[in-house]
């Protein structure tokens, strides 16, 4: 690896940035066709490294990465991204947007958790960018909102969650099978109701009350995951609701959710 890292290194120092996309994707993998995680997060860390008092070259390098037709080359800019935000918050968002809505799937999984990295880092700034983004035409683009939010909720503390949830609401409407898959079941289930299960529980319930077919879905996919078996009582309470309506897609949701939790843990009355 040492002799990796020097190879790679010294593309890097002689601004050879076509030669450090080929030789980073000499190990890509068959399913995915891009180089393996490990290596492109070794890479990022290096090229960080190697830039760190050079911003305005970690900048063209991060643009020429982003903008390359390497899958691999676009995942490492992606999360290079957020380190120059600050410098271009324009270039920066408008580029990470184009990658999170990339014909590749692997792609489109690192852009989403670099949103939510720069989410995380950047809120009050990149809070607003995302409020826009949920109204996109691309479902890549408004299924990387969700994946954002849930990522950025594991460094943010509880003040958050109401803007976060603010975030994702109006994607509760959303008719896009891939939105809805990653919102309710991932995004909700197994990810915000962790973090901030007060505040999500409490939403959710008023949600139910909604009568749209999309927002009841995702309201009962929240609770088909694991993680939600730790609010059993409180999700079947929320499911009671949605019990009678007569919507197939709304049945199914609510009859897996309701599976999922019978096979939560019994809780043991303290003596």
């Not at 003040?159 to 603010?166: G, K, P, S, T, V």
């Not at 995004?187 to 109701?193: F, N, P, S, V």
């Not at 609770?223 to 949605?242: D, M, N, Q, V, W």
């Amino acid at each position: 690896m040492n002799e990796w890292r020097e190879t790679l290194k010294t593309f890097l120092h002689n601004d050879q940035w076509e030669e450090v996309i080929t030789f980073i994707e000499k190990d890509k993998t068959k399913h995915a066709g891009t180089a393996p995680a490990q290596v492109k997060r070794k890479a990022i860390k290096l090229i960080e490294s190697t830039y760190k008092n050079d911003q305005a070259k970690r900048q063209r390098i991060t643009v020429y990465l982003g903008t390359h037709n390497s899958p691999t080359a676009k995942e490492i800019s992606a999360h290079l991204l957020p380190g120059i935000y600050a410098k271009n918050p324009n270039r920066t968002t408008s580029l990470l947007k184009v990658i999170a809505d990339d014909d590749n799937w692997e792609v489109r999984e690192w852009a989403a958790g670099a949103c939510g990295e720069l989410l995380a880092k950047q809120f009050d700034e990149f809070y607003p960018i995302l409020i826009k983004w949920v109204k996109s035409d691309s479902e890549n683009v408004r299924r990387a909102v969700a994946l954002a939010v849930m990522y950025a909720s594991k460094a943010l503390n509880v003040d958050y969650a109401a803007r976060l949830i603010q975030v994702i609401e109006p994607l509760m409407r959303d008719f896009s099978v891939y939105v809805k898959k990653n919102l309710g079941p991932f995004a909700i289930g197994d990810g915000l109701m962790k973090r901030y299960p007060e505040q999500v529980l409490s939403w959710l319930k008023g949600c139910a009350a909604i009568d749209d077919e999309q927002v009841r879905w995702n309201v009962a996919m929240a609770f088909s995951t694991a993680a939600s078996r730790s609010y059993a009582t409180e999700g079947k309470a929320i499911l009671s609701t949605l019990e009678n309506d007569s919507r197939a897609s709304v049945q199914r949701s609510v009859k897996k959710a309701q599976h999922n939790l019978e096979k939560a843990p019994a809780k043991t009355k303290k003596r």
